[in-house]
């Protein structure tokens, strides 16, 4: 008989082998705050326009080179439990209003780190949650004082430009101008009157080659598709839509069919050729000339819809065939029958194109007021132009954001030293213990100037001493000047370089709730994971061009 091994007394005995336990402020709170501490760390560095870019390869060993801070957590999989909450704070953030992602992992960061030495001088959590939540609150009735102009007229591409242009200047330094232009006019041009703005009617279509600035913009879709038949364009086209594939529709029943002679043979493939051409005369009859279809395009229906002179475009993604009806105004027909007018879409030119050695098809619409626009990017490489689309993506967010409130706070650092000086006066006024956590509250703030003059390599202790002084003397604006030769300051206002206020407001809230969430655990209790052992990793194919796959291993994986 196996010898019985008590367990030890304590909390252990509850558990199942092989859970852990942790408890305490050193065990559990210093631990979480490290592991946070870690990660706003990682994060800190691709803050602003003169940040690193990060690489990440995610389980699927795909590559990114980004320093969009919600990309690189979303590709990292974080695993510990506190450091999750502050990636999930900055997820929150990314839906809520798009941006701003990175400035809720540094400034939850900052809190944590102030909190630990708090918590070191020996005040208890509670004191200093209670603080880190009256600070939130005022900073957020600060917060409208730093605003400093708002958006007037959102149909105006001159003015979205420039406040968009923020936005981007932090993912694509550089190229700042030309993105945003080209972001406001595709966001300006599918702008109801009415106001109700979806950010999923700005499409991106990626094509490779060329350069950044040989990107354009367009009303209508574009799809790296090419077209099926012989006809490659049709202007003032009338489109049918039919999501199923083209070809002859085979009966329902299952049959027998017996042939005696080869007479019977000849009519049998007859009749149904007969009834395929019948079925495509049809819709040309019905006035339309262009064909698209989410499945595959048989051969004699091609034969057929060249002779009657249809344009055939096969789309493979039923999402696309949505947008496309969308944007042409069509219903998608699940089976081959004529369409009627009211379920024919239209639009003004569809036309087969090259774009450097990529074959497209371009859905275009002459007006303005198009229910879609696609943005085309041109790049040297994927990555890269993945880049640029997670900037138009936060251009295109920034616009939506200005749609539902169009007030402005300054940039660049501006209004976390405004919001920091007046959160010092406000803790100095408060009695009891909390008043340190306002403080701490406050210095956190600085943490984002701090993190933009360390990425552009300037002293940081200098620029926010400066920062500071400005701010005493009542310029409001005054942020931090990333263009000029040391830690200078300058006027934000002028210098265009405005954010969102409620990009601002939702990040400050969001960052507290996280921080002050994980500041209230005060112990971990891991139960066993669940599973038995890991099955072995497939090798990949020999032929895989992977980061670590020697050329020389020729065997092929079973």
């Known amino acids: 008989m196996a010898l019985h091994v008590p367990k030890a007394p304590g909390f252990a005995q509850m558990l199942k082998d092989g859970a852990k336990h942790y408890s305490g402020l050193e065990e ?56 999750k909450m502050i990636v999930m704070a900055s997820h929150m953030q990314e839906q809520e209003v798009g941006d701003g992602t990175n400035f809720v992992l540094v400034f939850a960061g900052a809190l944590l780190e102030l909190a630990e030495e708090l918590l070191r001088m020996g005040l208890s959590v509670s004191e200093v949650i209670e603080g880190y939540e009256k600070a939130c609150k005022k900073a957020l009735e600060i917060l409208p004082d730093c605003v400093c102009s708002s958006a007037k007229n959102l149909h105006d591409v001159q003015e979205a430009t420039s406040l968009i242009r923020t ?98 043979l000849m009519n049998f493939s007859k009749g149904e050729e007969d009834m395929m051409e019948a079925q495509v005369k049809a819709i040309k009859e019905a006035g339309a000339n262009v064909v698209v279809t989410g499945g595959k395009v048989a051969d004699m229906a091609l034969h057929y819809a060249n002779k009657y002179k249809l344009m055939v475009v096969r789309l493979n993604s039923k999402w696309d065939l949505r947008r496309l009806c969308k944007t042409v105004g069509a219903v998608a027909l699940p089976r081959m029958t004529s369409p009627t007018p009211e379920e024919m879409g ?140 040391g830690p200078t300051v300058k006027d934000m206002l002028e210098a265009g370089i405005l954010e969102p206020f409620l990009v601002k407001h939702w990040g400050i809230k969001l960052a507290t709730n996280a921080a002050i969430t994980v500041l209230r655990v005060d112990q971990i209790i891991m139960a066993k994971a669940a599973g038995g052992p890991k099955a072995p990793k497939q090798r990949g194919h020999w032929d895989k061009d992977g980061w670590d796959e020697e050329p020389d291993n020729f065997e092929t994986h079973h």
Do not use: W
């Open 28 to 83: 559990a709170v210093f631990r979480n705050i490290r592991a946070c501490k870690e990660l706003s760390q990682t994060t800190r560095t691709a803050y602003g326009p003169n940040g690193m870019n990060k690489m990440v390869i995610n389980h699927l060993e795909k590559l990114f080179v980004t320093n969009d801070a919600a990309t690189i957590l979303r590709e990292l999989e974080v695993q510990h439990p506190a450091a």
């Open 167 to 264: 936005a981007v200047m932090s993912k694509q330094y550089g190229n700042e101008d030309f993105l945003a232009k080209l972001i406001a006019q595709a966001c300006v041009s599918i702008f109801p009157e009415s106001g109700n703005f979806n950010v999923d009617n700005v499409r991106v279509c990626k094509i490779l080659g060329c350069g950044v600035t040989a990107s354009s913009m367009l009303h209508g879709m574009v799809f790296k598709k090419e077209a099926e038949g012989d006809i490659t364009s049709v202007k003032d086209a009338k489109i049918a839509v039919f999501s199923c594939p083209f070809d002859c529709t085979v009966t329902e029943t299952k049959g027998t069919v017996l042939i005696n002679n080869a007479q019977e």
């Open 346 to 485: 239209h639009c003004d030119s569809v036309y087969l194109t090259e774009v450097g050695d990529t074959q497209v098809v371009v859905f275009k619409h002459e007006k303005e007021d198009g229910a879609i626009s696609t943005v085309v990017i041109r790049g040297s490489t994927d990555n890269l132009m993945d880049d640029i689309e997670r900037a138009v993506d936060d251009g295109v967010n920034t616009f939506k954001v200005l749609i539902r409130d169009k007030r402005l706070v300054p940039g660049a650092g501006a209004t976390e030293i405004e919001l920091a000086k007046q959160l010092t006066s406000y803790g100095e006024s408060c009695p009891g213990l909390e008043q340190y956590a306002i403080k701490k509250f406050a210095d956190a703030f600085e943490a984002v100037p701090r993190a933009l003059a360390e990425n552009s390599g300037v002293k940081a202790s200098e620029l926010i001493s400066k920062l500071y002084s400005a701010h005493h003397e009542g310029n409001k604006n005054m942020g931090y000047d990333i263009e000029s030769e």
